[in-house]
């Protein structure tokens, strides 16, 4: 099997193959490195990682331990958000230049004792904010990856790891998934330990992760969570409610005619399509995302709201709109939130709902490399802190990858796996 295959496929397939001793792991690492080499200078994935030889070097001196680990040595991408013993971690700000962290975040530790090894540090926008960094789109170089995990989302798309850790806040992940065509996942609030993740605003601050395939995300979430991977049915029927983008603020005619071709699939394969009528209560979920998360910001960035002179003006603004609101806003977003999320939960016609589908992002990747791409699909579910997972769908006449999310209820992640599982085999067919 060629390297130019190798590289592309997915975790649980490669490590199938290992297992079955038709490639060896390292065949698999050099094929990743082939691809790092040839395509990195176009791509700008990484921020700070190993050369081939100092990878191989390593991972000679453990290889005993990598034959007999789950993950088989194979690279890990961390986004520069999250703490790392062997690379600084500097939240793609100059304020943050050469900032060692003492160890490693604790999801970093768990799949390194599972034999994952840390390759380097992925580019983030800065703070997981707005201000792009030095990626581009692996499927068109004049197009953003998104943000804010824009490195660890291009180098699972660019086939230079199989996977890779983010973080989302609003959108950073589901968005650079759907824009670079990967699997992208978010779990429920504290579904995941935080510990050495850098925080932005902690009432929406989420681990996320990426790979080709939702089985790979499986894999990786019973890894974290130290728990054996649980057999989930699916629900006969599957109820699905359908949330049109315009529900939630603009959206391109590709996007949602993408999103009613998913939907009809699902229904062909037994779903049962609900759609959603939402009388402007999920826009209203959109801004108490964005007031929660300026009140939070400028309080948990209070270091670096000081040295205003090295941000970016749109962070500038945050720390304006945040440092100028008072409490009783904040705390009132909160409160429209928990009685929207229930709403949603106990309408009547709601009853049952397993899933619900939406855009994962409002169009393909815009052009041009000074914009990450708006957030207002991926708010109003990170502020009532449900799990979501993306899948790559279809392409924009662009040739751009359409990603469309499947969103679960709070703490169903196992279940909204299994049914993002069960789509995208029954797309791929």
Known sequence: MSSRVLN?????????????????????????????EAREAAVGAWQERLTREQYLQQYHEQENFYRASLLQGLPLAIKDTIDTQQFVTEMGSAIHKGRQPADNASCIEALVAAGAKVLGKTVTTEFAYFKPGKTANPVNLQHTPGGSSSGSAAAVADGMVSMALGSQTAASVIRPAAYCGVVGYVGSKDEYSLRGIQPLAQSLDSLGVFGR???DIELLRSILLQQAKPAADLPQ??????????????????????LTQFAEQLQQGGAELITLDACDLIRQLVMAHETIMAWEVCRNLYFEAQHVEQV???????????QQMQRSEYLAAHDKVAKINHWLWSHPKHQGVDVILAPAAPSAAPAGLNTTGKPHMSRPWQVMGLPVVTVPHTAADSGLPLGIQLIGRSRADDQLLAIANWAQTLLNR
């Open 8 to 36: 592309k496929l997915g975790l649980c397939e490669t490590l199938a193959l290992i297992s079955q001793r038709e490639v060896t792991a390292l065949e698999v690492i050099n094929a990743y490195f082939d691809q790092i």
């Open 213 to 215: 395939k939702v089985e």
């Open 237 to 258: 029927p599957l109820k699905v409610l359908v949330c049109k983008g315009s529900e939630v603020g603009d959206c391109d005619v590709q996007m949602e005619q993408a």
């Open 312 to 322: 970016s003006e749109p962070l500038h603004e945050l720390f304006i709109r945040g």
